[in-house]
C-alpha cells in the first residue's frame, strides 16, 4: 500500500510537470521578472489591502493572449489590469495546491515568444489565522512567500520553479510598527497614524514583510550585517548576537573568496516569534527563541552558513525547470558543512555530513522517498528530503570528479550574464567535467529512487588474497571504499563496485591477518540499514543510540551507560551520546566520570543545542542535590535559553523553578500579569467564550480552539503562577500550575502561557502545545 500510494504522489507531482513541459513544448510559458508591490496592513480587521504589479516575459515557444496567476485563495481580488487598461478576468481553485486560487487574465494584444507585458492586481488578504507563514498582530507582522500573500506566475510548488525576481515593497503600516523586508530601504515617511516603507531588492527573490517593535539594528565586526531584535530582549542573548554576527561575517568572507564575487548589503538578521527560519538573499529571519540563546550553538551556524550561501546560490542566478529544489535548497546545505569544515576542522565537517545521514536515515529507511528531480514542497517530506539526502548527493558527486571540480562547476553557475539555468543544464556541465561516473550518481540518485543495503563478509585466504564478499540487498549501484584493519594496525582500503541487488567482493593484498573490515567506512552512501557495513558485526552508531536510549526510558540505567558509551566510541564527535552518557552515570551516583563526560560533550564545537540544554540540566540536577541552588541557577536557566528539545526544555523550566525557589529568588512578577491571569480564570471558569475572547490574541486559531473548548466543557479552571519573566518589552513568558476538572475528571500539570502587552494591558498570545503537561 505504502508503494502505491508514493506512486499515485508520485504520478501527481509529474502530471504537474507535465503540464509545464506541454506549454515549454508548444505553448507559452510566463515568468515573472520584477515585483512592485503596494501595501496597507490594518490590525483589525487583520488585512492587508495590496496593489501588486508583476512584470512577466514569455519563454514559451508560442505567442499568448491569456495568463494565469496564482495567489492565496482567500485573497479577494478587486481589479485586473494589463499595461494600465482594465482587463477581464476569472476566478477559480487550482486543482493540485488547497490554498491556492488561479486568476485567469485575457491579454489584449498576444505577447510574443520573449516578450513581456506588466500585469496590475489590486486586491485585499485577510489573516484571519495567524500561522508560521503569515500573521497581522500588533508588534508581530508577518508575510512570507509561502503564504502566497501576492500574486505569482509558478509558485512553490511548481515542477517549473518558483518565480524569483527583484522587487519593489511599499508598506505602510500603524504607527509604531517598524516594516523589514529585503533589499535596500529606499525611505521611511511618518505621518500621524501610519509610517510608510519602501524597499528595493535588486537580487533574485520573493517579496516578504517582517514587522513589530524593534530596537535599533545591531551591528558588529562584520560590516553590513544588521540584527534586528524586539525591544527589551533579554541582555543575556547579546553574547549570541555578538558572536553570530562576527560568524556570519567568516561566513560571508568564505563564500567570497569561494565565488570570487562579494555579496550585496545590508544583509539582515532578522527575529520574529512566528517562524522557525527562512532565508532568502541577503535576509535570515530566525524565531526570537533562538535568537534569545547566550551563545552560538551548531544548529545556528549551520542554518547562517546555508541560509547565507542564498546570497549566490538563488540570489546571482534563478533556478528554474524539473531539479530547481536540489540546487536553490540542496547545494546551500553541502557548502555549509564545507564551511564546518574549514572553520572547524575535518572531523567538523565530516561530522555536518553526518548530521545529515542521520536526519534523513529514518525517511530512507521508510522507502517513502521520491524522485529529488520532481520534488518540490507539496511533498510533505521535500525539506527532509532535499536539505538532507540533497547535500549527500553533491557528497558522493565530489567524490566521484573531485572537490575542486565540482566547486569551479559552481562557481560557473554564478555568471552574471547567465542569469537562469536548469539542473539538467547543470548536469550537463558536471558530466563534462567528470565524467560517465558523475552521470551514474546523477541518474540513481536525483532522476530515480535507490535503496542500497550493503553488506560485508567474513575476510577469507583465497588466491587472489584477503578476500570479503560483499553484497547488496537494496537497489542501486554503488561505487565505494572498503577498509581493512590488520592485526599490525595497517589500515588497508580498496575500492569496490556492488551491483543493484548483487554480490561482488573485495581482495586485500596482505600477508598479515585482519582483524576487522568494513564497507563504506565514511558513510558516503546513503543507506536504508546500516547495521551490516562490518565484520566482526558492528551496530551503526545511530542505532546503538537508539538502543541506549531506549533502555534509559525504561529506567535500565546500567544497560543505558553502556550502549551511550559504545555510541560515543562509534561516532566521537557526536554529542549527543557522550551527554547522555554523563547523564545516565550522574543519575547513578558517579559523579565525577559524569562531569568528565558531560565536559566532553561541552568541549565538542559547535555544541548542538540539546547537548548544551541536557548538560547543564544535569550540571544544575548535580549542583541542587548539592544545595547549591544559586549554582543551580545558572545551569537551568543556560538550558532553558538553548529553547532545544521539548523534554529537555520542559526538565529545564522545572528545574529552574525548583532552584530558585529554594535560594528565593524568583523573579518578581508584575502586578499586572497576576491580574490578567485571574481574569483569565475567571473567563475559562465562566463557561462563555465571549468572556475570554477579549482576553485572547484572536488570530491564533489554536486559541480559538481552546476558547471554543472552553464553551463546550465548561471546566472548573485554576492557574497558579509558579514562574514570570519578561521576554521582550512585549512578551512575558509565565509558568503556571493547572487544577481542572470536567465533570467528574480531574486534571492537574503545568503549562507555560505566553502573554502579548496590549496597551496598558495583556492579551494570551500563546499556549505551547509541547509545554502543556495538564494531564
Not at 546523477?442 to 577469507?460: A, E, H, N, T, Y
Not at 555510541?567 to 562531569?595: C, F, N, S, Y
Not at 480564570?681 to 468572556?691: F, P, V
Not at 479552571?717 to 503556571?736: F, G, K, N, P, Q
Request: glycine residues 8%; without cysteine; proline residues 5%.
Amino acid at each position: 500500500m505504502k508503494r502505491i500510494l508514493l506512486a499515485l504522489l508520485s504520478l501527481s507531482l509529474l502530471s504537474i510537470w507535465n503540464v509545464g513541459a506541454q506549454e515549454s513544448e508548444g505553448r507559452a510559458l510566463f515568468e515573472a521578472d520584477h515585483f512592485n508591490i503596494t501595501a496597507q496592513a490594518q490590525f483589525s480587521p487583520a488585512t492587508i489591502d495590496s496593489q501588486a504589479t508583476v512584470k512577466v516575459t514569455n519563454r514559451g515557444t508560442a505567442a499568448a493572449r491569456q495568463l494565469t496567476l496564482k495567489i492565496n485563495k482567500k485573497a479577494k481580488v478587486s481589479a485586473v489590469s494589463v499595461e494600465g487598461a482594465t482587463a477581464q478576468f476569472r476566478e477559480f481553485d487550482d486543482r493540485f495546491v488547497a490554498i491556492l486560487k488561479n486568476v485567469a487574465i485575457n491579454l489584449p494584444k498576444s505577447v510574443p515568444v520573449g516578450g513581456s507585458t506588466t500585469i496590475t492586481v489590486s486586491y485585499s488578504f485577510p489573516v484571519e489565522e495567524a500561522s508560521a507563514t503569515a500573521a497581522l498582530t500588533p508588534g508581530d507582522t508577518l508575510l512570507l512567500p509561502e503564504s502566497h500573500w501576492f500574486p505569482v506566475v509558478n509558485s512553490i510548488f511548481s515542477p517549473h520553479g518558483a518565480d524569483y525576481a527583484p522587487f519593489t515593497l511599499t508598506v505602510t503600516l500603524p504607527q509604531g510598527e517598524q516594516a523589514i523586508s529585503g533589499g535596500a530601504l529606499k525611505s521611511e515617511s511618518p505621518a500621524s497614524n501610519a509610517t510608510t516603507y519602501v524597499y528595493e531588492q535588486t537580487l533574485p527573490g520573493q517579496p516578504f514583510l517582517v514587522a513589530g517593535h524593534y530596537d535599533k539594528p545591531v551591528t558588529g565586526k562584520a560590516a553590513g550585517v544588521e540584527v534586528y531584535l524586539p525591544k527589551g530582549l533579554n541582555a543575556a542573548s547579546r553574547q549570541q548576537i555578538d558572536q553570530m554576527i562576527e560568524e556570519a561575517g567568516r561566513i560571508l568572507d568564505y563564500y567570497s573568496k569561494l565565488f570570487g564575487a562579494k555579496p550585496a548589503t545590508p544583509i539582515r538578521i532578522i527575529g520574529s516569534s512566528r517562524i522557525n527560519s527562512f532565508a532568502s538573499p541577503s535576509s535570515l529571519i530566525f524565531n526570537l527563541n533562538i535568537l534569545r540563546r547566550d551563545i552560538l550553538v551548531n544548529e545556528m551556524v549551520e542554518s547562517l552558513a546555508s541560509g547565507l550561501a542564498r546570497n549566490w546560490i538563488g540570489g546571482q542566478i534563478r533556478f528554474t525547470d524539473r531539479g530547481w529544489g536540489v540546487l536553490i535548497d540542496g547545494l546551500p546545505r553541502y557548502l555549509s558543512a564545507l564551511y564546518f569544515g574549514e572553520r572547524f576542522g575535518a572531523d567538523a565537517g565530516k561530522e555536518a555530513f553526518e548530521r545529515y545521514r542521520r536526519v534523513y536515515a529514518p525517511l530512507g529507511a521508510s522507502k517513502r522517498d521520491l524522485h529529488l528531480i520532481v520534488q518540490t514542497p507539496l511533498y510533505d517530506k521535500y525539506y527532509a528530503s532535499v536539505l538532507n539526502k540533497g547535500p549527500l548527493v553533491w557528497r558522493m558527486v565530489e567524490r566521484e570528479m573531485g572537490r575542486d571540480k565540482l566547486l569551479s562547476a559552481i562557481k560557473g553557475l554564478l555568471s552574471p550574464e547567465q542569469g537562469r539555468t536548469t539542473f539538467d543544464e547543470f548536469r550537463k556541465t558536471l558530466i563534462a567535467a567528470g565524467g560517465k561516473g558523475v552521470e551514474t550518481i546523477l541518474f540513481q540518485w536525483i532522476d530515480k529512487v535507490v535503496d542500497p543495503d550493503l553488506m560485508i563478509g567474513i575476510p577469507r585466504p583465497t588466491e587472489k588474497g584477503i578476500t570479503s564478499a560483499l553484497r547488496n540487498f537494496g537497489t542501486g549501484d554503488v561505487k565505494v571504499d572498503v577498509l581493512a584493519i590488520t592485526d599490525k594496525g595497517e589500515r588497508l582500503i580498496e575500492q569496490a563496485t556492488i551491483p543493484s541487488e548483487g554480490l561482488s567482493e573485495v581482495h586485500f593484498n596482505t600477508a598479515n591477518k585482519i582483524v576487522s573490515v568494513e564497507v563504506d567506512p565514511d558513510k558516503i552512501v546513503p543507506q536504508i540499514n546500516y547495521d551490516n557495513d562490518a565484520q566482526p558485526k558492528q551496530l551503526s552508531g545511530l542505532t546503538v543510540y537508539n538502543e541506549g536510549y531506549s533502555l534509559y526510558v525504561k529506567q535500565d540505567l546500567a544497560g543505558a551507560e553502556a550502549k551511550f558509551r559504545e555510541a560515543a566510541k562509534l561516532e566521537p564527535q557526536h554529542g549527543l551520546p557522550r551527554v547522555w552518557l554523563g547523564r545516565v552515570l550522574a543519575l547513578q551516583g558517579k559523579t565525577d566520570e559524569a562531569m568528565k563526560e558531560l565536559n566532553a560533550a561541552l568541549e565538542i564545537q559547535p555544541p548542538l543545542a540539546a547537548v548544551v540544554a541536557w548538560a547543564n540540566i544535569t550540571l544544575g540536577e548535580l549542583a541542587q542535590a548539592k544545595g547549591e541552588s544559586e549554582k543551580a541557577i545558572g545551569y537551568f536557566k543556560h538550558a532553558v535559553l538553548m529553547d532545544a528539545e521539548v523534554a529537555a526544555t520542559t526538565a529545564a523550566r522545572a528545574g529552574l523553578i525548583k532552584a530558585e525557589t529554594a535560594a528565593n529568588k524568583l523573579p518578581p512578577v508584575e502586578e499586572s500579569v497576576r491580574s490578567f491571569i485571574s481574569q483569565l480564570d475567571k473567563a475559562i471558569n465562566s463557561g462563555n467564550a465571549q468572556a475570554l475572547a477579549p482576553l485572547i490574541v484572536r488570530t491564533n486559531a489554536k486559541l480559538k480552539k481552546f476558547m471554543n473548548g472552553v464553551a463546550i466543557n465548561k471546566p472548573q479552571w485554576t492557574s497558579e503562577i509558579l514562574r514570570a519573566e519578561a521576554l521582550d518589552a512585549d512578551l512575558t513568558a509565565v509558568d503556571v500550575n493547572v487544577k481542572a476538572r470536567e465533570g467528574d475528571r480531574s486534571f492537574s500539570g503545568t503549562a507555560l502561557l505566553i502573554l502579548r502587552r496590549a496597551g496598558s494591558g495583556w492579551l494570551l498570545d500563546n499556549i505551547p502545545e509541547e509545554l502543556f503537561n495538564v494531564k
